[in-house]
């Protein structure tokens, strides 16, 4: 019986010996945003169709709800590699990348579709060459929407409304500069901190998009939101460039179309819900205003230095883009 076992070790020796199936390529992809929101299923959406895609060739790793950090600490490390990719909004990103401080400009976009129109078509692939200088590879867009003004104590109908008050700001000198050209102190603090903040009274309020002050629980220390739309906020998608530029180009390309697929589904998911979130926010007890034709008008005059502040602060690439911006907005309006 021992010469048979021999002869078939023997064999098995001389057979070709094959490859071991490459380990998966990890990503793993953080974002503040909570579970159970729309955000959070797109991403979900977006881990599911790339790893349908490459089965067995990618391992996408969702870390949600800031467990790694606020946003600028999360792109600071997908920037130096220590994670793969990251979902954030562009005011953080632009912490990075500053021309994306162009699309963050108060007043600029009148609506969803002017914002959708200048990113898809006017500024993707300028931005794209930005997020590549910084060490970023821009995957694609997400949806954080509108900001509006919310406040403990008083509505904002009015700029001289927002005199003197302690408001939570990005940490970005768009938003910045918005809140002190409307004589307002503007407390940068990360995400993390603000429900504490407000708790406390160290600010007296905020602006952020409805969707994410309900899904944060930040309405629990305001009465009044007014329904301002200053501030158009897309989120972004980005991977490390290294890590990224190393792919197969299979996978490289699987991960730009798959984003990009759920651009769409991804604002028309948050949009969908705008009016029932209004609804949210009036049945806990808050006093929602939306502004005139006259007081949206004051609000634009006010912050147009801004627009200016940014070109002397980052220079002519910044000056180009907003350029290019403005006359394509233009062609939209018709003109006007």
């Given at each position: 019986m021992?010469?048979p ?6 064999l ?9 199936e ?11 945003a ?28 969702l ?12 792109v600071t490390?997908c ?7 990251v ?6 990103l ?11 400009l ?21 931005l ?62 990360p995400?993390t901190?603000?429900?504490?903040a ?6 007296d ?24 739309e ?8 980005a991977?490390?460039?290294e ?18 697929s759920?651009q769409?589904?991804?604002r ?5 819900i705008a ?7 009036k049945?806990q007890g ?28 980052q ?7 907003l ?14």
């Amino acid at each position: 019986m021992k010469q048979p076992l021999c002869l078939l070790v023997v064999l098995l020796a001389a057979l070709p010996s094959r490859a071991a199936e490459p380990a998966a390529q990890v990503m793993t992809l953080a974002s503040v945003a909570p579970q159970d929101s729309p955000w959070s299923a797109l991403l979900t959406k977006f881990e599911q169709n790339v790893e349908k895609r490459a089965p067995g060739k990618i391992d996408v790793r969702l870390k949600l709800g800031g467990v790694l950090g606020d946003e600028i600490e999360m792109v600071t490390k997908c920037r130096r590699g220590q994670i793969q990719a990251v979902g954030a909004s562009t005011g953080a990103l632009a912490s990075l990348v500053p021309e994306l401080n162009v699309v963050e400009l108060p007043f600029l976009f009148r609506s969803t579709a002017e914002a959708d129109h200048v990113i898809d078509n006017v500024l993707t692939n300028p931005l794209g060459e930005s997020f590549r200088k910084a060490g970023l590879i821009l995957g694609f867009w997400g949806e954080n929407g509108f900001r509006h003004f919310a406040t403990r104590d008083a509505p904002i109908k009015m700029p001289q409304d927002l005199r003197g008050k302690k408001m939570r700001s990005q940490e970005s000198p768009v938003h910045l500069g918005m809140y002190k050209a409307l004589g307002a102190s503007p407390m940068p603090l990360p995400i993390t901190e603000v429900p504490q903040a407000l708790a406390t009274g160290n600010v007296d309020g905020f602006d952020q998009s409805t969707i994410y002050m309900i899904a944060a629980s930040w309405t629990k220390s305001v009465k009044f939101v007014t329904l301002s739309e200053h501030i158009y906020q897309p989120a972004a998608i980005a991977f490390n460039r290294e890590w990224f530029d190393a792919l197969p180009k299979e996978l490289q390309t699987i991960l730009i179309e798959e984003g990009r697929s759920l651009q769409g589904k991804g604002r028309e998911a948050v949009r969908k819900i705008a009016p029932d979130l209004v609804e949210i926010l009036k049945s806990q007890g808050i006093a929602v205003h939306t502004p005139s034709t006259e007081e949206r008008r004051a609000f634009e005059e006010a912050t147009r230095k801004v627009q200016d502040d940014l070109v002397k602060l980052q220079g002519d690439r910044t000056k180009k883009l907003l350029n290019e911006t403005r006359t394509a907005l233009a062609k939209m309006r018709g003109g006007s």
